[in-house]
């Protein structure tokens, strides 16, 4: 088995007991300053294990193309929406101003991009992005497009090939018509950057498909594009909308980013939007010499790009868990009303020190881009319809 498959099994389910204990901790059990210590031990025995051992390996490539590719992009062309009532309501929708009305009576019955979510490299913190997951689904986003379609996980690890994911993004492309997503945490923030870097061929000219039911590369490195029926490489495949959480600073020290390490801020055209969220005070993301840290992200070409500072009182490992958020009645109003132009009022007491900032503002990003691909594929669809008009 590969080294990084071998650590990111160490890391992400060694001691599941122990990350079950410190989240208990949050009302008592478990002290949070004990929790990162023994995390801290982890990153250095798998600093060393990585050091001795070097970087990302590959992976090996099952002889099993997808004879099906056309046919499955044509499909998700086709399902887009049979309602012609409901195509109406979704090119109605502003994008901009989504608000949880149309989430319950439009959005969910509309095609929906796959998210991937990518948590970091302590153990056990991949709790807080299945929390991160739990609160999309509340919210109204269906579980079964951010769920690993094949084994049914909630999130990637920062440790996995980001060669893979592309390939894997790129697959989820094909089959849905619609621009996948990602959400980052920590060293899961600089994969999913990574991985738009691979998109956008900066490591190798080509990537083969990943098939997340094999759990292996199919023999091939282009995609039917749904959209125009053409073949296209998965090199170029682009996300619709990309998140990082705190992600940089000392964490680049690991060797599985050293080749990240001129290219974190720097947000290429394989990700229409890019938002880059940093906790006020954090010692994670903080630059050393020689590393890119808290430096603001930037866009290399056409990539819209945010930079967010949250509360300072955030913390670093437990941000993402904000499932909660979603069942109290005042937290749920305010990130309803959230808008990032809004002057918003106070943050409800309810929340107490739970991320709602940052929640409130993925979630936002989120509905914008659901509608903006569902509008998208809308529109080829009725546009392919219009074509054997045309030609007479």
């Known amino acids: 088995m590969p080294l990084m498959s071998s650590l ?13 204990e410190y989240y208990r901790g949050r009302s008592g059990m478990r002290s949070r300053a004990g929790y990162a210590r023994r995390t801290m031990v982890v990153a250095v025995l798998a600093f060393a294990a990585l050091v001795a051992s070097g970087c990302e390996t590959g992976s090996s490539v099952v ?20 309602d012609r009532a409901l ?3 979704i090119l109605a929708l502003d994008p901009e101003r989504i608000t949880a009305a149309d989430v319950r009576n439009t959005l969910t019955r509309a095609p929906a991009p796959q998210i991937m979510l990518v948590h970091g490299g302590i153990i056990g913190v991949y709790l807080a992005m299945v929390s991160t997951g739990q609160f999309l689904t509340a919210m109204g986003y269906p579980e079964n497009r951010i769920r690993h379609p094949g084994d049914g996980r909630w999130s990637h690890s920062c440790y996995e090939n980001s060669a893979q994911l592309a390939g894997l993004l790129a697959w989820y492309y094909e089959r849905d018509g619609l621009r996948p997503m990602m959400i980052g945490h920590s060293q899961g923030g600089v994969q999913a950057v990574k991985v738009l870097h691979e998109l956008a061929g900066q490591f190798d000219k080509s990537l083969r498909v990943w098939n997340p039911y094999t759990d292996a590369a199919e023999k091939r490195t282009s995609i039917v594009d749904p959209l125009t029926g053409r073949e296209r490489p998965v090199v170029g495949v682009s996300a619709s909308y990309v998140s990082g959480l705190d992600s940089g600073g000392i964490m680049m020290i690991l060797p ?22 940093t906790i006020g005070v954090d010692f994670w993301p903080w630059p050393i010499p020689g590393f890119e840290g808290s430096a603001p992200f930037q866009s290399s070409g056409t990539a819209k790009i945010r930079n967010v500072i949250l509360p300072a009182t955030y913390d670093h490992v437990d941000a993402p868990h904000i499932a909660a958020l979603a069942d109290i009645h005042a937290a749920r109003a305010w990130i309803d009303a959230y808008h990032p132009d809004n002057v918003m009022p106070p943050l409800p007491e309810e929340s107490g020190d739970m991320a709602i900032v940052w929640a409130a503002d993925i979630w936002y990003s989120i509905k914008k881009h659901w509608t903006l691909e569902a509008q998208r594929l809308v529109r080829a669809r009725r546009e392919r319809d219009l074509k054997p008009a045309e030609s007479h």
């Open 8 to 20: 990111a099994r160490v890391l992400d389910q060694g001691n599941r007991l122990e990350a079950v």
């Open 63 to 82: 002889a099993d193309p997808s004879s099906l590719a056309a046919m499955t992009a044509q499909r998700a062309l086709r399902s887009a929406a049979a």
């Open 87 to 89: 195509e109406d309501r």
């Open 256 to 277: 599985n980013q050293w080749k990240m390490l001129d290219k974190l801020r720097k947000i290429p055209n394989t990700a229409v939007e890019f938002t880059g969220y």
